[in-house]
């Protein structure tokens, strides 16, 4: 009999080994070939601002250093960016690290979270390696359901509910006056976790006013989408400062990359790198919108940095879409639960990439039709 | 009465939001200036691998990418480097990161957990922060205590009992045959941690065989120590493929900086700059002792990029010097727990750092004895 020394917890021998995500590598080594064209996972191919980049490569040279613990310069930017104040944000390791922390911080075995049906699941992941229970909302048109998700928030007492605005996978979104009712009506005892990752891509009138003190919200930003650092790890969570600090009772202090520190920072203060990017991203849309419809396709309206394309049948249909364009080196993702998975999703990339997207489409279409 | 709506498990609301460590920016600012020596932190002032520097200025170049979340390329260079599988080899967020991943699998609220007094207190962060209660055993002549770790493991039924090897803070260490004893006559129902962190610095003989399928050890390493690479946040475990199956259940799976990853790569494959840097650190170390030995004091054998300096007299005293250091701008720290809290440790600086240590040591001798 084999002697056992490493016993988990019953909460984590419970749990599968698991990835929420299969990561581009991975395909690509199962493949054997790389992807031509990178579109499924939603990182900004138009890449990070130079000075970022030369700020990282600066950085490098100093990194036998550990990072700042409290993240003090990007945190003070942060505070003037916003006109807030900086004990009202906790940065981390990237918007996954924080959802992570924020779950650890506030979920137990048994307790109940609300998010939609479909939603970010590695959010749903943290929650079910906590032990906590997932209450699903289904999406309705296409759009998170902001008043179901309250109203089942309050049913069930959960402690958490999540919503993403713009949301990931649709990319349709809310306007910050409805986020803001739903703000006004969390139930107590619920805190809402409002993931506005993509939130610069967004129309004018998305964002509900910041107002960092208000207890019943925390707001997760990050530098992977609209300022092209996916692979660099910073966010950041917008909260009421008792929130904040109770970060600092489980978080790793050291665990903030230093050059990673030192990009976010130069990223942030070069404005004129992220409005070349959001027409860059805006335009990718549009350009994804025609060849999809010159397939006898149409799309979703999107406020983020991808595009839903509709498949016009089921996920079967969808999926053999995907597997066509995949095997055409077309790395790209569909949505997980019905009836949005007759969709796939297409990341906004450069034109080169979007030529070899336009080529494979119709070649996919038919062989899935046929 | 205010409404509460983030209502933290009971457990988060029991813990102190705290820092393991002040970190020297935290300091610089409360002092209002900088140091002129960083030596507190055992970073590796000699810095990075040029390769690995050169490697991360290129991939910052490609941050928008997220980093692949198996850590392909990397495990198998570790595994090619150590002749043992991938399999049994874990990446994750520096040790740090890594022991907080293995705590939250195997530590539950009661659980107990045997480390020594003194040693890594980001360990017993993490243990305490799951719940689960440290059972601390005393340094024996400055040396982590094999024999009665062991013991206390049986006695208390431990599910973890905690090691470095080399130790931290004092830089002792124990032979390989002692560890190895160590992991032979480990409980059953305990895993020995082995915290390697600094292990490249070690005279020969102190390294057990690695034996990656042994059920009964992790061994934990790092990139930030004798690679200079503390600030990029790269460690690795190796073990059990079963226990490093298990981290897949909770680890932050796209949680690595892709930078990180290139340059922790082009690190391990520069083996000249790793040998010079192993020349600078001994010599620092014997410097070190001179500098301690012409003020009067003695010093620790240490097979780690720090030296022990015993400042000859109790806690109070050996504060008193630190302080003094700190007020000349030279950042140092000390064991917390007596009596090994009647040294200082200095890390094994560049001779430009060493010649304002020396220059400061005999002024901060002064001060404190009067």
């Not at 779950?103 to 137990?108: F, I, Q």
């Amino acid at each position: 009999m084999t002697k056992t020394y490493a016993r988990l917890t019953p909460l984590a021998d419970s749990l599968p080994a698991t990835v929420p995500f299969v990561g581009p590598e991975t395909q690509e080594r199962a493949r054997g070939r790389a992807f031509a064209a990178r579109l499924g996972a939603n990182e900004n191919t138009f890449g990070p601002s130079p000075k970022a980049v030369a700020a990282m490569a600066q950085a490098a040279q100093d990194v036998w250093m550990y990072g700042d613990a409290e993240n003090f310069d990007l945190r003070s930017a942060l505070a003037a960016h916003h006109r807030i104040s900086p004990n009202n944000i906790m940065v981390g390791e990237g918007i996954d690290g924080l959802l992570g922390y924020l779950v650890r911080l506030m979920v137990g075995p048994g307790d109940v979270v609300v998010t939609s049906h479909g939603a970010y699941p590695t959010f749903n992941y943290h929650v079910t390696g906590f032990g906590g229970r997932i209450e699903p909302v289904p999406y309705k048109n296409d759009h998170e359901d902001p008043d179901a998700l309250i109203a089942t928030a309050a049913e069930v007492g959960a402690k958490l509910v999540y919503i993403a605005n713009p949301d990931n996978p649709m990319g349709t979104w809310h306007d910050a006056g409805t986020i803001q009712r739903m703000i006004d009506t969390v139930p107590e005892g619920c805190l809402l976790a409002l993931d506005e990752a993509y939130v610069e891509f967004a129309p004018d009138g998305t964002i509900p006013e910041l107002a960092p003190d208000d207890p019943r919200v925390i707001r997760m930003r990050t530098f992977s989408k609209a300022y092209g650092m996916a692979g660099a790890r910073v966010g950041y969570a917008i909260a009421a400062q008792d929130l904040i600090t109770a970060f600092h009772k489980i978080r790793n202090h050291f665990g903030m990359c230093r050059i990673s520190q030192a990009g976010a920072l130069a990223a942030l203060q070069d404005k004129d790198h992220l409005a070349v990017t959001l027409t860059n991203v805006a335009d990718a849309r549009h350009r994804i919108d025609s060849i999809a419809r010159r397939n006898g396709m149409t799309t979703l309206p999107s406020a983020t940095n991808f595009v839903a394309v509709d498949c016009g049948s089921d996920a079967a249909f969808a999926k053999s879409v995907l597997d066509a364009l995949i095997e055409q080196d077309v790395f790209v993702r569909m949505p997980f639960a019905s009836p949005q998975n007759r969709c796939i999703r297409v990341s906004a990339g450069r034109p080169e990439e979007l030529d070899i997207f336009a080529a494979a489409l119709p070649i996919a279409l038919a062989k899935a039709r046929g």
